[in-house]
């Protein structure tokens, strides 16, 4: 599993600047000034919008706003000498500063309140940004491969596809950026490849990769083997609920000597086939789904079939709630990397959010209490 760990800190004050400025004050300013200074600090800028955004904020007009008003409570961190800075400037700092190192500061953040054991399933999926493209400046919408703790409910790093490039090369670069020895990775049939199962095999991880019409021949070649073999052990579970009973059926095999070309796929040990049938409720309609899968593990229906579940937290938790929560796909942020950028600082809000269960409310009622009461917005960002 991938454990959060627990604070244990007197001060909130004290536990909310000790906890989150020191893995962003090495961040390099990238504002340029004749003087080599700045009024506004980049530590600064950084924690007033974490701290706006946790508090419901999502644009820089409403990030302004919220420190200008809120301005007394932040100054128990950091001094704000020359108050806060205009939406403007805002904007332009995030268009110009290093996604590539704000996300490695994001990491070293990550694991300073996460300790990583095995058995956790991290969730590889990839997400357009659909606010993000600019057609007056011919700037395609950013697409980025996010890495996910669905056990935890915990963001742990990204990796931007770059243009004319795709998930198959992004995929890689960010495993190789991640801590996640013994942990279970499942992508979906996109990276269903033979490098990406290598560089998890060489993380000392294990995978679950989706099998579809992308690998034609290992398709067939893994339905054939079930074919073969039509009395597996099997793991059944029902689940009824948004109108519908769900039943799925995770099947698994570990002989694998009929299946071909087998040794070209690092690590491979077992092949599942998940059969999903779906009831309406209401109309009474049946709809059946069968998907195949390649696994480093060995062949536990109970273990595989709990994993490929786990891994659609991706798509629930993360990208549902960016969405509709953060409203990032509704974002203007066009200029540079602002948008990737603020990508990032909504998945930290997403984490610290996550992390508070005594309250047991909705993502977004913690958004609104954390505008509204300064000691929680303190208790969410001391962790």
């Known amino acids: 599993m991938i454990q959060v760990k627990k604070m244990a800190f007197s001060n909130p004050e004290y536990r909310a600047h000790q906890v989150f400025c020191p893995y962003f004050s090495s961040m390099k300013d990238p504002r340029r000034t004749n003087k080599g200074h700045h009024l506004y600090p980049l530590e600064e800028i950084l924690f007033l919008c974490i701290s706006a955004v946790i508090s419901g904020m999502d644009d820089w007009t409403s990030i302004n706003m919220f420190g200008h008003l809120k301005l007394p409570w932040l100054r128990q961190y950091l001094p704000y000498k020359h108050g806060i800075p205009s939406h403007d400037v805002l904007g332009k700092v995030f268009a110009v500063l290093d996604p590539v190192q704000f996300s490695a500061c994001f990491r070293d ?15 590889i999926d990839g997400k357009t940004i659909c606010g993000s493209d600019d057609k007056t400046m011919g700037k395609s919408a ?5 890495a996910y703790a669905s056990g935890n409910r915990l963001y742990l790093g990204q990796e931007a596809v770059a243009e004319k490039s795709n998930e198959i090369t992004a995929i890689p670069a960010l495993l190789k950026l991640l801590t996640v020895k013994d942990c279970i990775i499942t992508i979906d049939a996109m990276g269903c490849q033979k490098a990406i199962a290598r560089t998890i095999i060489e993380k000392e991880a294990n995978y679950i990769l989706m099998v579809k019409d992308n690998q034609q021949e290992l398709k067939e070649q893994v339905e054939k083997v079930f074919t073969m073999n039509p009395k597996t052990e099997a793991d059944i579970t029902i689940d009824a609920g948004h109108g519908r009973i769900e039943q799925r059926t995770c099947q698994t095999i570990d002989n694998l000597t009929f299946l071909d070309d087998k040794e070209d796929w690092p690590g491979l040990k077992s092949i599942a086939k998940v059969i999903s049938e779906r009831t309406d409720k209401r109309s009474g309609k049946t709809s059946r789904e069968t998907r195949y899968y390649i696994s480093s593990l060995s062949a536990k229906p109970k273990v595989i079939g709990q994993a490929i579940r786990s891994h659609w937290a991706i798509e629930n938790n993360l990208h549902w709630t960016l969405d509709m929560v953060f409203k990032e796909d509704n974002s203007l942020k066009k200029k540079g990397n602002s948008a990737l950028n603020y990508n990032i600082i909504a998945k930290m809000a997403l984490n610290i959010i996550e992390r508070e269960t005594e309250s047991k409310s909705s993502k977004p009622q913690k958004r609104k209490r954390a505008a509204l009461d300064d000691e929680f917005r303190s208790k969410l960002l001391a962790g």
């Open 109 to 123: 953040w990550v694991n300073s309140m996460a300790e990583f054991t095995g058995g956790e399933v991290v969730a």
């Open 142 to 146: 950013l697409h980025v491969v996010s």
